[in-house]
């Protein structure tokens, strides 16, 4: 006999009140391991989206981030500066 039929051996010897429990338990497993799943794969999306925004700033061109054109733009950049930021 294989797991599945032990189980159902079991369950057909328990009474209705059981068995109605049984199905709560069952109804939350399948449900603590449906939101693990969800939560990696929200994990993941979560990973891949900052890799990609970091490539993205990555390849940015320097050039343009270090002409102020503001005094604002200008102020920003002192402020980065003075805190050891090469830009």
Known sequence: ??????????LQQLPEPLLQEVNDFIDYVIYKYQARATDRQSAEEFVRAWTQWFETVD???RAILSEPVTDYQQ?????YRQQGLDL
């Open 1 to 10: 006999m294989t797991l599945f039929d032990f189980t159902i051996a079991k």
């Open 59 to 61: 390849h940015l061109d």
């Open 75 to 79: 102020l920003l950049l002192d402020k």
